[in-house]
């Protein structure tokens, strides 16, 4: 029961910011421009990216993913695109309402709201 609970809590969205998005997932996260609330979106690279191919070809040439991202300050509405090349690496990316951050300004944004607390510090970066 308590990890039933606890994954409701992911679900939901009311854990850690940092957490892992899992596998073949990936996080990204946006500020939006008429209200500066920081949200987060999963992108998964299987379920949510569509394929695109060109023509006589039966490989996809990209992928292609397009979100619309509604925060809980406002309900304007930030519309996200991102290309994909034949490996799923991010090649091009698109927003309109809002602007991307990264996971640490993101972080640091949610601590600043005071909406979420994290329960401990994120983890560090691969980054020496
Ligand atoms: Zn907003």
């Known amino acids: 029961m308590s990890l039933f ?3 409701l809590g992911v679900l939901r969205g009311g854990s850690r910011p940092a957490e892992d998005a899992g596998r073949n997932a990936f996080w990204i996260y946006v500020r939006c421009d008429a209200c500066g609330e920081s949200i987060r979106v999963r992108v998964n690279r299987e379920h949510d990216l569509s394929a695109e191919f060109d023509e006589g070809s039966d490989a ?21 695109d991102m290309t994909f090349d034949q490996q799923r690496r991010v090649t091009d990316q698109q927003i309109r309402g809002g602007t991307f951050l990264t996971s640490e300004a993101y972080v640091a944004a949610v601590a600043g709201q005071g909406a ?3 329960e401990s510090p994120a983890p560090p970066s691969a980054s020496a």
């Not at 996809?60 to 996200?80: D, M």
């Open 60 to 80: 996809p040439a990209s992928f292609h993913v397009h979100k619309e991202i509604v925060g809980q300050n406002c309900f304007r509405r930030i519309q996200v």
């Open 5 to 7: 609970s606890k994954l």
């Open 116 to 118: 979420e607390k994290p």
